[in-house]
Structures are given as C-alpha cells and as structure tokens.
C-alpha cells in the first residue's frame, strides 16, 4: 500500500510539471514575450544554441535567423517534452516548439549526425552504447497524441551517423 503511495505521489508530482509547463508557454507570446520573459517561466536553460548551430537542422526557420539563439529546455528523463525557444535578435520570443513529436521524428534521416539530432530534439533521456555492435542509442520519452507514453530510438553508428529510428510504446 505504501509503494503505491509513493508511485502515486511521484506521478501526480511529473503530472503537475506538465500541467507548469502549460501555463508558462501558455504565459508566453510570440514577438511579445521577451528573454527575461521566458528565463522568469523557464529559468536557465539546458543549453543554448546560436544561429549558426541549427542552420544545420532541417527546416531552421527563425532558429537559424542572424543573431538569434535558442535555448533547449529539456524534460527527459522523466518528462515527455523538450522545448526550444528562439529568442531574435531584438531580444523577445521568436519561437516556442515542442520538438519531441512523430512530425519531427520523421525529419531524422539516415546519415544525419548525432549533432544535428541533438539540435532538432534536444537531450535524449538515455544514451546506450554497444560496443559489440558498434552502435549508440539515443532514447527519447514523448506521448503520441492522445496519451500513448512512447519512446523514440535513434541508432548511430560508430562514427555517430544516424541509422535508424524506431518508436515503440513505453
């Protein structure tokens, strides 16, 4: 009885984060919100990238305009989302994504460097090497709309290549 408890507690407190992170994007407006706008919602982010770092990524768009950055906001491994928030050159919001979703996942080619993946979905929950089959894992936890808690797979190769992808219910 105790255990499930304690499983119900840690539950209800990843359900609350989620129900936190909707209100701060909710909070957010694009081309109004500023930089101190989204550190107050979000606070110091996992990583912050420049423009020039995710020109390299398919589909870039504001990311990759001059002078902006985009700073990662990872969930994993307990959560389900990770964002990227492009701050412009001006200072204020430019863009707020989800990026842990199957339309992005398809984007993941073979060939792509393990680089590119990290800027297009930010820090993965798990990382698992096989030195046997000279391979690397790269797990990320994402809900398939409507609830369906999955995880998206990237295999790399040895030289950190992107071979395949796979997702599969969590």
């Given at each position: 009885?105790?255990?499930?408890?304690?499983?119900?507690?840690?539950?209800?407190?990843?359900?609350?984060?989620?129900?936190?992170?909707?209100?701060?994007?909710?909070?957010?407006?694009?081309?109004?919100?500023?930089?101190?706008?989204?550190?107050?919602?979000?606070?110091?982010?996992?990583?912050?990238?420049?423009a020039?770092?995710?020109?390299?990524?398919?589909?870039?768009?504001?990311?990759?305009?001059?002078?902006?950055?985009t700073f990662?906001?990872?969930?994993?491994?307990?959560g389900?989302?990770?964002?990227?928030?492009?701050?412009?050159?001006?200072?204020?919001?430019?863009?707020?994504?989800q990026?842990?979703?199957?339309q992005?996942?398809?984007?993941?080619?073979?060939?792509?460097?393990?680089?590119?993946?990290?800027?297009?979905?930010?820090?993965?929950?798990?990382i698992?090497?096989?030195?046997?089959?000279?391979?690397?894992?790269?797990?990320?936890?994402y809900?398939?709309?409507?609830s369906t808690?999955?995880?998206f797979?990237?295999?790399?190769?040895?030289?950190?290549?992107?071979?395949?992808?796979a997702?599969?219910e969590?």
């Open positions: 009885f105790t255990r499930m408890l304690a499983c119900m507690g840690l539950l209800s407190f990843f359900m609350g984060l989620a129900g936190c992170d909707q209100q701060r994007v909710a909070e957010l407006e694009e081309g109004v919100s500023t930089e101190a706008d989204v550190r107050a919602r979000f606070g110091e982010p996992e990583k912050i990238w420049d020039a770092d995710m020109a390299s990524t398919p589909l870039p768009g504001a990311a990759a305009a001059p002078g902006a950055r990662e906001y990872n969930r994993q491994p307990q389900q989302v990770n964002y990227m928030i492009t701050i412009g050159v001006d200072g204020r919001m430019s863009a707020l994504r990026v842990l979703s199957p992005n996942f398809a984007k993941v080619l073979p060939g792509m460097s393990m680089e590119q993946v990290r800027k297009m979905l930010g820090k993965p929950m798990k698992t090497p096989y030195a046997a089959k000279q391979q690397t894992h790269y797990d990320w936890r809900l398939n709309p409507p808690a999955m995880v797979t990237v295999v790399f190769d040895q030289d950190l290549r992107v071979i395949s992808t997702s599969l969590e």
